[in-house]
């Protein structure tokens, strides 16, 4: 700090430089490294997750109705420029479902959303787990826990009478019924 009043005093300008593996690759926004889902099925937002949350913290939970399609997008800011992010997906029991491969990021350190789709039977757990890698700090997250989808809503019953005419004419198109 004197150093920095003696230098102002003589009318000499102090420049600091971080070390160059610590410049920075991304900036506004991202600077730091996160990924985020956009809008699934019936809830409005964009629940995001940096890579300084816990690899095995909390999830953005969705409880979705069972055997109905739910669609949502995935991206990414702040990220390495020109590696692709990616979600490895697990039932509830652990097992490994499918990897929902983001787009990847230019040099601008952005992977655009990308739509994706996902179902699943009554008491089926869906877990997303991101791995990606920080744009600035160089941080590599793996299998971070995201979200979930919770398919714990029964869906509604078919229709019995799925005859399009609720009140259908016994006689047809007769004029005269006897």
């Not at 889902?37 to 979705?64: L, Q």
């Not at 739509?115 to 700090?137: E, I, K, M, P």
Request: with cysteine; aromatic share 12%; net charge negative.
């Amino acid at each position: 700090m004197l150093t920095a009043l003696i230098a102002a005093s003589l009318g000499l300008v102090a420049v600091s430089t971080a070390p160059a593996s610590a410049g920075t690759v991304c900036s506004g926004w991202g600077e730091t490294g996160h990924v985020y889902v956009i809008d699934p099925t019936f809830y409005a937002g964009t629940f995001v997750k940096f890579e300084t949350d816990a690899v095995d913290g909390p999830t953005f939970d969705f409880s979705v109705q069972a055997d109905t399609v739910i669609s949502f997008q995935l991206g990414g800011n702040g990220l390495t420029p020109y590696e692709t992010p990616y979600w490895q997906v697990f039932d509830q029991n652990g097992a490994y479902i499918t990897t929902a491969t983001a787009n990847r990021t230019g040099g601008n350190c952005v992977s655009n959303q990308k739509f994706f789709t996902d179902s699943g039977s009554l008491g089926t757990v869906h877990t997303y787990r991101a791995v990606y890698r920080g744009g600035n700090s160089g941080t590599a997250v793996f299998q971070q826990a995201h979200f979930r989808f919770i398919f714990d809503r029964v869906p509604p019953n078919p229709d019995p009478n799925p005859d399009p005419d609720p009140n259908p004419d016994p006689c047809g198109r007769l004029l005269i019924c006897l």
